[in-house]
Nanobody, 127 residues
Framework: QVQLVESGGGLVQAGGSLRLSCAASGFTFNSYAMGWFRQAPGKEREFVAAISWNGGTTDYTDFVKGRFTISRDNAQNTAYLQMNSLKPEDTATYYC????????????????????WGQGTQVTVSS
């Protein structure tokens, strides 16, 4: 079955950096785009970043552009999210999933491929 294991979160001061990892199994990793999502307390889960199956294309939500970088290692079935210049509003639990996309008004809308999610990794940014 699909298994997604996120790690690398922690407590960091504003302006700091973290690198999240997502170890995936149970599906053909290099056949899927991968994405990162986050959920803050009391809010819905939201899209953060996505990367195509071969790493050639990336996409980011506006509030992380220029600060976060998504990457992947298909040999290791792992996706990464490098987060720099962190802000208190980045505080959330971060999740990964395989993703699919649809075009809408000239942009891509990304959604999870699988209903099952990992436990997530908590990122807390202090001011």
């Amino acid at each position: 079955q699909v298994q997604l294991v996120e790690s690398g979160g922690g407590l960091v001061q504003a302006g700091g950096s973290l690198r999240l990892s997502c170890a995936a199994s149970g599906f053909t990793f290099n056949s899927y785009a991968m994405g990162w999502f986050r959920q803050a307390p009391g809010k819905e889960r939201e899209f953060v970043a996505a990367i195509s199956w071969n790493g050639g294309t990336t996409d980011y939500t506006d509030f992380v552009k220029g600060r976060f970088t998504i990457s992947r290692d298909n040999a290791q079935n792992t996706a990464y999210l490098q987060m720099n210049s962190l802000k208190p509003e980045d505080t959330a639990t971060y999740y990964c999933n395989a993703v699919g996309s649809a075009r809408y008004n000239g942009s891509y809308i990304w959604g999870p491929e699988y209903d099952s999610w990992g436990q997530g990794t908590q990122v807390t940014v202090s001011s």
